[in-house]
């Protein structure tokens, strides 16, 4: 097995990913790591955030307007997309009863083995609800 390269800037966007609950794009990623390594490109950020992926540090969160956002929280956890703002945001739940049962109530016709689900919420997010009362 050929062993893995250290990189600082891939470290670097590993742990600006951990740090965040909104779940960044890779634009969003490339603007901060940027401040850090101003030489970086765009297309070393996408390839370290695929890196991350594949190598389970991080997951894609893919949203309705067809944008893909990073999570650095690789746990199963609920997430909230705002539709006026697309804001993607970590909701504070434990739903793992919810998510089990759920899960067993798919598999009853099911032949196949179903091992997870991934449960989005959708709305308006606390800032965009400020903003129009």
Do not use: W
Not at 8 to 15: F, G, L, S, T
Not at 25 to 49: D, F, W
Not at 78 to 89: E, S, T, V
Request: with cysteine; proline share 5%; aromatic share 10%.
């Amino acid at each position: 097995m050929a062993q893995i390269k250290h990189s600082r800037q891939r470290e670097a966007i590993r742990i600006f990913l951990m740090s965040r609950k909104d779940h960044p794009t890779a634009e969003a990623v490339y603007a901060h790591v940027k401040e850090e390594y101003p030489n970086i490109s765009l297309g070393t950020v996408y390839r370290n955030l695929t890196f991350l992926v594949d190598n389970g540090e991080a997951i894609k969160v893919p949203c309705d307007d067809g944008s893909v956002h990073f999570d650095g929280n690789v746990e199963p956890h609920p997430h909230f997309q705002c539709r006026k703002c697309g804001a993607i945001i970590d909701l504070d739940f434990d739903g793992t009863k919810c998510e089990n049962a759920l899960n067993k109530a798919a598999a009853t016709d099911f032949e196949g083995i179903i091992e997870g689900n991934v449960t989005f919420f959708y709305g308006i997010c606390p800032e965009c609800r400020r903003e129009n009362s």
